[in-house]
Nanobody
Framework: QVQVVESGGGLVQPGGSVKLSCAAS????????MGWYRRAPGKQRELVAT????????RYADSVKGRFTISRDNAKNTVYLQMNSLEFDDTAVYYC???????WGQGTQVTVSS
């Protein structure tokens, strides 16, 4: 069965950095496009970034361009999200998602606060 486990969230100060990880199983990871999404308090879930199966193509929400970087390691079935220059509005639960599959993990909370 499909499973994704997100980790790496926590409390970080504005301007700080954090790196999220997502370990996937139950899918042919190297053939699966992956995405990071987030849901802020009181808002709908939104796309943050996606990466193609081979890692050559990435796409970002305008709000995170230049600050976040998505990457993947197909040997480890893991996708990452490096988050720099964090802002208060980045506070959310972050979810890793295998594109095209109706499956969502538990997410990992990122809180930006001074």
């Amino acid at each position: 069965q499909v499973q994704v486990v997100e980790s790496g969230g926590g409390l970080v100060q504005p301007g700080g950095s954090v790196k999220l990880s997502c370990a996937a199983s139950g899918i042919i990871f190297r053939f699966t496009n992956m995405g990071w999404y987030r849901r802020a308090p009181g808002k709908q879930r939104e796309l943050v970034a996606t990466i193609s199966s081979g890692g050559s193509t990435t796409r970002y929400a305008d709000s995170v361009k230049g600050r976040f970087t998505i990457s993947r390691d197909n040997a480890k079935n893991t996708v990452y999200l490096q988050m720099n220059s964090l802002e208060f509005d980045d506070t959310a639960v972050y979810y890793c998602h295998p594109e095209g599959l109706n499956y969502w993990g538990q997410g990992t909370q990122v809180t930006v606060s001074s």
